[in-house]
């Protein structure tokens, strides 16, 4: 069946960067888009990052020139790289797949 398991959330001072990871098994990883959202407390989920089969990808603006998004096929994997981290980016980040969620991670920005 198909599974995501997110890691490397965390605690990180303003400014600080993390690397998300998503390791994706049970279906052909190279033929799917991939994404990751996230949800703060007392709001809705959001698209974050989502990166095509062929390498194409979208970043909502709140984002934009601080995080990227990659996958490694040969690994069944897809990362979120995030730089210049701010308190506003504090949420419970997801990995996605076309009807599928893993379990989520938490990224907490604070001084």
């Known amino acids: 069946q198909v599974q995501l398991v997110e890691s490397g959330g965390g605690l990180v001072q303003p400014g600080g960067s993390l690397r998300l990871s998503c390791a994706a098994s049970?279906?052909?990883?190279?033929?799917?888009?991939m994404g990751w959202y996230r949800q703060a407390p007392g709001k809705q989920r959001e698209l974050v990052a989502i990166?095509?089969?062929?390498?194409?990808?979208n970043l909502a603006d709140s984002v934009k020139g601080r995080f990227t998004i990659s996958r490694d096929n040969a690994k069944n994997t897809v990362y979120l790289q995030m730089n210049s981290l701010k308190p506003e980016d504090t949420a419970v980040y997801y990995c996605?797949?076309?009807?599928?969620w893993g379990q989520g991670t938490q990224v907490t920005v604070s001084s």
């Open positions: 990166i095509s089969n062929s390498g194409r990808t």
């Open positions: 049970g279906f052909i990883f190279s033929s799917y888009a």
């Open positions: 996605w797949r076309t009807a599928y």
